[in-house]
């Protein structure tokens, strides 16, 4: 008996079972392909009734990689043996180069649809009997996708994301014999089958409109003579992002520093943003103030006085020895006690002046030593920005005001519209010569290293350094420049407001301390 009428009855008789399973499968299919488009729609719709999300957007690309396919040798092997004939040898063709083109809408940074044409490629085997014969097979398989897309967003500007959808998918096997083994008359066979995918993948956003991807995909294909089998296809791609139009930032809260830092509360003129801020330090448990500390809080009140259209924050903080519960109640009252001391001793109208109290969760120090612990358990004042600082008496203290100055993207000229206010700072640090200030330079995620960053950072100071004493005179004695980067952010880096905001210098005066 040759191969021809064996193989050719067995496959027949395979695909006539397969055909009545994969009735009951295309019902299933069609199920999830309902489900899965109602959950597009549900999600699209509710998007379009909703504010727009600055992540939302048309999306398109290109991938191109490889894909591999797993031959059946068991099953044709096995063909070939109840044909009468022994497979001598037997080798595959089972990787190809492939490629997909898509398209889709991202509704918001956790999830997108996705429509893709795509490319398997053809793989082939061949097979050597005794009695000398050869059977060549093929399958090429291209077609259709639909996925949903879910997106988790990582550090910086990666993000990693899964899919699953449905594919339909065209496959077209051939088959050649000789020798022993028979040529049917009929070698070819086309079949179109819908079936299911899913994927893993990264992203590398290199800006907000541009990322490049790397993922894997497992395509599950039924032939067109009843193998069922997967397709993995592993590839690199370009996605590009059209016509998102961002929703106006939000502020949200800055996350813990690990630095003191100096907090900036903005106001609606940018130029003028001179504000104070008060750091006293407490004893292990302590609320009482200490009387070195009094003598802070007494510069503090001066600048309050001077300026009574200012309000201001106090600031209660812990360490982390003790409950929760228990810092927040004893920074509370760390808070409080300051403000009782203002008003009491001071004479500043309470209405001015609120207390908050953090406990230990914004620390500034490592919490593991005694000096960290200290430098935690703290008050912070943060003062509404008063319009200039010009005829402020110099009194002994660490409390210093600032100035913030903006500059434009990987820029460290200094702009022409702080020259006024640049003029002020100067004729106070010559009316005060005991008083330094020092100039903060930072900038915004979008340099390459941070190294790159820092150099930047720095630039930006030392311009505004050079601009104070060629312009005004000002001693470079009374000046330094500290260079933070991108260490030390105002705003989320994710907005073009937030970047704004984060590219900009703070000069910080700084008072002599008070001699015993």
Not at 225 to 245: E, H, Q, R
Not at 322 to 332: A, I
Request: proline share 3%; net charge neutral; aromatic share 8%.
């Amino acid at each position: 008996m040759t191969f021809k009428l064996v193989a050719l009855n067995e496959l027949h008789q395979v695909i006539l079972e397969k055909n009545m399973k994969n009735i009951k499968k295309m019902k299933r299919i069609a199920k999830t392909a309902g489900v899965l488009s109602l959950v597009g729609w549900a999600v699209m719709t509710t998007q379009f009734a909703m504010a727009a999300d600055p992540n939302a957007g048309w999306i398109g690309g290109f991938n191109a990689g490889q894909s591999i396919a797993n031959i059946d040798d068991v099953r044709i092997k096995s063909q070939l043996r109840d044909a009468g004939l022994a497979t001598t040898t037997f080798s595959v063709d089972d990787r190809e180069t492939a490629f997909k083109v898509f398209g889709g809408y991202k509704f918001n940074k956790n999830f997108a649809l996705e429509g893709t044409y795509f490319e398997l490629g053809k793989f082939s085997f061949r097979s050597t009997t005794s009695p000398a014969g050869t059977l060549d097979g093929s399958i090429n398989l291209r077609g259709v996708s639909l996925d949903a897309v879910g997106i988790v967003p990582f550090k910086n500007k990666f993000s990693g994301f899964g899919r699953i959808g449905l594919h339909y998918t065209s496959t077209r096997d051939e088959f050649r014999s000789s020798g022993a083994v028979s040529t049917p008359t009929d070698n070819f066979a086309n079949k179109k089958d819908l079936n299911l995918k899913v994927g893993l993948g990264l992203q590398y956003d290199f800006t907000e409109s541009v990322g490049l991807r790397g993922e894997w995909e497992r395509y599950r294909v039924n032939d067109a003579v009843g193998n069922l089998g997967d397709i993995n296809m592993y590839s690199l791609g370009l996605v590009v992002k059209f016509g998102a139009k961002p929703a106006p930032a939000q502020k949200a809260a800055l996350p813990p520093p690990k630095a003191p830092v100096l907090v900036v509360v903005p106001v609606v003129a940018k130029t003028e943003q001179y504000c104070s801020i008060l750091d006293i330090q407490f004893e292990i448990n302590e609320e009482e103030i200490q009387r070195e500390e009094k003598e802070k809080i007494a510069v503090f009140a001066t600048y309050m006085n001077k300026y009574p259209k200012t309000t201001a924050v106090i600031e209660g903080h812990s360490d982390d020895v003790g409950s929760h519960e228990e810092n927040m109640k004893l920074s509370e009252k760390r808070a409080q006690s300051v403000v009782d001391y203002l008003v009491d001793a001071h004479k500043i109208d309470r209405s001015r002046l609120k207390a908050v109290g953090y406990g230990e969760t914004r620390p500034v120090a490592d919490n593991s030593t005694e000096e960290g612990q200290r430098e935690n358990r703290r008050i912070n004042a943060v003062i509404a920005c008063a319009p200039d600082v010009e005829g402020l008496k110099v009194q002994a203290g660490r409390v210093t005001m600032a100035l913030e100055m903006e500059f434009d993207k990987g820029k460290a000229d200094v702009k022409p519209q702080y020259n006024d206010e640049l003029r002020r700072v100067a004729n106070y640090l010559k009316a005060n010569p005991s008083v330094s200030a020092t100039v903060e330079g930072h900038t915004d995620s979008l340099q390459e290293t941070g190294e790159k960053a820092m150099v930047l950072s720095e630039r930006r100071g030392q311009n505004v350094v050079n601009y104070l004493v060629d312009n005004f005179g000002v001693s470079r004695s009374q000046l330094g420049v500290a260079a933070f980067g991108e260490s030390r952010r105002a705003a989320y880096n994710t907005s073009l407001e937030g970047r704004a905001e984060n590219r900009r210098v703070n000069i910080i005066i700084n008072y002599p301390p008070k001699a015993e």
